[in-house]
């Protein structure tokens, strides 16, 4: 089965610093889901990523897919109190035809005013 | 709002009760997905349906769990005679198809937190 290990666990950042979070996969990606979730909330799509090298941007937030499609990072630019929350990472697993996904355990993100 | 729904929001109920969420997908989404999600876990794969057709379910899902989507819109996901370590947020996504623009974003609702007493 495949397995999504995520690093850091917790971070713990200054306002306007920089920031990455890692995933790391057990197997080759077929695609790959960044998602933001708030404590007691659902998970909010922020980025799938497919091909490898690709990398996506949404205001202040890129990731990237590696070359041989087992890694991604995604990195925060500027940081702001708004971008706290817990960051999944989600691989598309491919069973019969349609796909699902597994998640990483997440990385929590607390920005300090 | 054309998101996914999910109610009830929070479930409180006693070991041996039976209880059933729902979820509404985003309408024109064929495909739905339930999870299951426990504190300072990522969420974990129950089953899928595409329309009305279950296709797969993990084996966490215990022969307690039963889901059904009768028409291929909403969901309902039933838990028999719940135990202790049901507590967690089940959570509902829904997607389109695959298309020719590839894979397609599973969308979130905000869950059902159940708790067992």
């Known amino acids: 089965s495949q397995e999504l290990e995520q690093s850091p666990q917790s971070l713990i950042v200054q306002e306007g610093k920089n920031l990455t979070i890692n995933c790391t996969s057990s197997?080759?990606?077929?695609?790959l889901y960044w998602y933001k979730q708030k404590y007691g909330e659902g998970l909010i799509f922020l980025m799938m990523?497919?091909?490898?090298?690709e990398e996506k941007s949404h205001e202040k937030i890129t990731a990237k897919l590696d070359e041989k499609k087992q890694q991604s990072s995604l990195h925060i630019t500027a940081s702001q109190p708004s971008h706290a929350g817990i960051y999944l990472c989600?691989?598309?697993?491919?069973?019969?035809?349609?796909?699902?996904?597994?998640f990483g355990t997440g990385t929590k993100l607390q920005v300090i005013p | 709002d054309t998101g996914v729904s999910q109610n009830p929001r929070h479930k409180i109920t006693k070991r041996g009760q039976n209880v059933t969420f729902r979820c509404d997908p985003i309408?024109?989404?064929?495909?739905l997905y339930w999870y299951r999600q426990t504190l300072g876990q990522g969420p974990e794969f129950l089953t899928y349906?595409?329309?009305?057709?279950?296709?797969?379910k993990s084996r966490l899902l215990s022969d307690r769990f039963s889901a059904e989507r009768p028409k291929g819109s909403f969901s309902t996901l039933e838990i028999q005679r719940t135990e202790q370590g049901d507590s967690a947020m089940y959570l509902c996504?829904?997607?389109?198809?695959?298309?020719?623009?590839?894979?397609?974003?599973?969308?979130f609702g905000d869950g059902t937190r159940l708790s067992i007493l």
């Open positions: 996504a829904s997607s389109l198809g695959e298309g020719t623009g590839g894979h397609q974003p599973q969308h």
């Open positions: 197997k080759t990606l077929y695609g």
């Open positions: 990523l497919q091909k490898g090298g």
């Open positions: 989600g691989a598309v697993v491919f069973t019969g035809g349609y796909q699902k996904v597994t």
């Open positions: 309408s024109e989404h064929n495909r």
């Open positions: 349906f595409q329309n009305e057709a279950q296709l797969e």
